[in-house]
T-cell receptor, first 114, second 110 residues
Framework: DGGITQSPKYLFRKEGQNVTLSCEQNLNHDAMYWYRQDPGQGLRLIYYSQIVNDFQKGDIAEGYSVSREKKESFPLTVTSAQKNPTAFYLC?????????????FGEGSRLTVL | EDKVVQSPLSLVVHEGDTVTLNCSYEVTNFRSLLWYKQEKKAPTFLFMLTSSGIEKKSGRLSSILDKKELFSILNITATQTGDSAVYLCAVGQGAQKLVFGQGTRLTINP
């Protein structure tokens, strides 16, 4: 079945460590996104990519990095520079269109910093 | 600053009630407004609205957009416990970005 796979689902990290969250899609979508969700808040955009080898910062990119070497994959690295990394991270994708359309989401990765 | 504001933030009703969830927005370069339902993890798509005054309907759920007053509502009639979720409103901005509201947490009691 087509979809978006995020891993790991749960991750614990000590302060000062970098961690990488995986996002893979087999929907043949061009655009991919990373959002962060905190309790009681909506989704905030971290990074997005419209094509391979190109990506743009979202509203809260500080302390995060991404790469887009393949169309199917858009990993997110949470670096030690991110001051408050404990959150729920959602990856999404959509076909590249002139007008914004439906985003398809993965199941999310919950990161806890100890 | 672009923003999407949902109200109420939390709502508790009894099964069978009708609820209305609100979404107002101030976003440059508006393209579309989307509603999502988030039960535990991945938000699932409900509706996308691009034109004012045209109701979209799916079973007991319906939604309408007012581009003049910059808001949308999501109605759920004859609510069921399975409707309990966080409902997210998002506005498509420009070619690719979506700006999300805080969400409304809806709880349906039996």
């Amino acid at each position: 079945d087509g979809g978006i796979t995020q891993s790991p689902k749960y991750l614990f990290r000590k302060e000062g460590q970098n961690v990488t969250l995986s996002c893979e899609q087999n929907l043949n979508h061009d655009a991919m996104y990373w959002y962060r969700q905190d309790p009681g808040q909506g989704l905030r955009l971290i990074y997005y990519s419209q094509i391979v080898n190109d990506f743009q910062k979202g509203d809260i990119a500080e302390g995060y990095s991404v790469s887009r070497e393949k169309k199917e994959s858009f990993p997110l690295t949470v670096t030690s520079a991110q001051k408050n990394p404990t959150a729920f991270y959602l990856c999404a994708s959509r076909k590249r269109e002139g007008h914004t359309g439906e985003l398809f989401f993965g199941e999310g990765s919950r990161l806890t910093v100890l | 600053e672009d923003k999407v504001v949902q109200s109420p933030l939390s709502l508790v009703v009894h099964e069978g009630d009708t609820v209305t969830l609100n979404c107002s927005y101030e976003v440059t370069n508006f393209r579309s407004l989307l509603w999502y339902k988030q039960e535990k993890k991945a938000p699932t798509f409900l509706f996308m609205l691009t034109s004012s005054g045209i109701e979209k309907k799916s079973g007991r759920l319906s939604s309408i957009l007012d581009k003049k007053e910059l808001f949308s509502i999501l109605n759920i009639t004859a609510t069921q416990t399975g409707d309990s979720a966080v409902y997210l409103c998002a506005v498509g901005q420009g070619a690719q970005k979506l700006v999300f509201g805080q969400g409304t947490r809806l709880t349906i009691n039996p």
